[in-house]
């Protein structure tokens, strides 16, 4: 009787025990490692449009709709801003909690927290969308990852590509449109694969 | 250090007006030694001092402002297979079988036996690493407390004549070659005025803001940028549409991205002037 007396607490410590370890395991791993082609390897910090710092890979498990603007920009920046809620008013029922639209700042003379803030308001976008600065190299190397090509212009402003990125939950870029006015089709597609 | 100290005495003899004059020729003096020191500095950090300036842009339109240049420090070499080997050794992320897909395409340094070993005779350590991304460049100059250089720093610096020859000749002449088995050591072509070497006929080169160069078959319908080069109108708004090196130069640059390797494309590294 001891025995199996003993026995059965030797087995109750060891569920207990393995169950909290589990317990630990799942609160220490954010999940399994990134994959090597995942833009949220990238190191960098940014800040959003209300003064937070944000690391890209905050955003995993969510489906971001990329793009890359400047404030002061007239004319195509708006369009492509367009583009994006043309992408959001696509989008399936059941990606809608899950869809982020991330506008990142060509100007980090210009755009910081506030005025990327007053930025949004003028253009109605609600808190979905997410919009970050950073420093000069930051934003290079960004544009590199996400295949934006941009030049400063001598007056200050930027002439850049336009194009629209969907990444996957580890941060893979899985779809890319690119210029102004495209269907957004092409990548409401790819969101509901995802 | 001579300079401070002839002021320093003469402060004791001479008036405020004569000081002024002394500053000013003791500047005039200065410029002198720069000279000097970019020999000496040419000898000891294997870098030259680009002086300021401007120059006429490939393809701005005529009206266009000259672009301004300011002064900045260059390698006077492409960095070298066994240059490069010493980096991936002190960071073996960089290493060909450890790096990101992100960083580096699948060609990333496929001319090396392994990931620690160039070749087994030595022949290529001396000539300029190829395969390489820009990312893996930019890494590369960071460790070495360097920077790439930017596309305007580096065209401004490839302008610059070579000594005694057709600047033109040289680049249509390599052009017209194929790529040789094993690329010839770095300084094997001649060097600019700037005594910087091989910045024509030798290798392709990263430039930091390689991707500010925009070509596309799009270009008429999405960016903005560069219509001026390839739009409707042909050719028109470029500024000497004789330069066939420099088209193929901005071509090329506008079909790169940062992850990719290709077997003629190296760089070098530059430096800001404190």
Redesign the interface.
Known sequence: MKKIIACLLTLAFVAIYSCSGNKVDVGKEPGPALPPESVYNLETTWEDQNGDSLQLKELRGKIPVMSMIFTRCAFACPRIIADMKAVASQVPGDKKDKVVFVLVSFDSDHDNAARLKQFASQMQLDDQWVLLHGDPEQVRELSMILNIKYKKQPDGSFSHSNVLSVLGPDGVIEGQSEGLGVNPEMLTSKIEDL | MENKFLTQRAGRFFTDKHRICLFISVLLCEFSVSSVATMKSFAQGGMVKIPTGTYKGFYENSQA?KIRVKTFYMDVHAVTNAQYLEFVKANPIWSRSKV???YADAGYLKHWESDFKISRDKKMDNSPVVNVS??AASAYCKWKGKRLPGLEEWEYAAKAKPDHSDIDKIILNWYSKPNPVTLPNVGSAPSNSYKLQDMHGLIWEWV??F????LEG?SR??????RNMFCAAGSAGVSDRKNYAAFMRFAFR?SL???YTVNNLGFRCSKNVE
């Not at chain 2, 991707?211 to 925009?214: E, W």
């Not at chain 2, 319908?221 to 560069?226: K, T, Y």
Request: glycine share 0%; hydrophobic share 35%; no cysteine.
């Open positions: 402002e990101s897909r992100l820009w990312f930091y803001d991707n500010s160069v925009m799009d319908s999405n960016a903005e940028l560069n506008s991205k940062a992850n």
